[in-house]
Nanobody, 117 residues
Framework: QVQLVESGGGLVQPGGSLRLSCAAS????????MAWYRQAPGKERELVAG???????DYGDSVKGRFTISRDKAKNTVYLQMNSLKPEDTAVYYC???????????WGQGTQVTVSS
């Protein structure tokens, strides 16, 4: 069993910053890719940012230049630094971790990010 513990969500004013963290633990022998997704009310879940084992990062178009994904391999932790937040960034943010086998696809419980004045 693999557990993902997310933290760092909350309420922030437009233009502010937040940093999300997701720590993986349990029976995960080798992590391949890690990513953050988000889902706003009435919308489909979308990829925010992903990072490969080789530290290649990819971002959704709406967050490029504002968000930065990083990982600490020793701690099995992925981070999402979110700057210049906008009201449209409001959503539940989910951590996703993939191993090298197809069934190794794990999701966190989600953390709420609300951008509002």
């Amino acid at each position: 069993q693999v557990q993902l513990v997310e933290s760092g969500g909350g309420l922030v004013q437009p233009g502010g910053s937040l940093r999300l963290s997701c720590a993986a633990s349990g029976r995960i022998f080798s992590i391949n890719a890690m990513a953050w997704y988000r889902q706003a009310p009435g919308k489909e879940r979308e990829l925010v940012a992903g990072i490969t084992r080789g530290d290649t990062a990819d971002y959704g178009d709406s967050v490029k230049g504002r968000f930065t994904i990083s990982r600490d391999k020793a701690k099995n932790t992925v981070y999402l630094q979110m700057n210049s937040l906008k009201p449209e960034d409001t959503a539940v943010y989910y951590c996703n971790v993939k191993g090298f086998l197809a069934y190794q696809d794990y999701w966190g419980q989600g953390t709420q990010v609300t951008v509002s004045s």
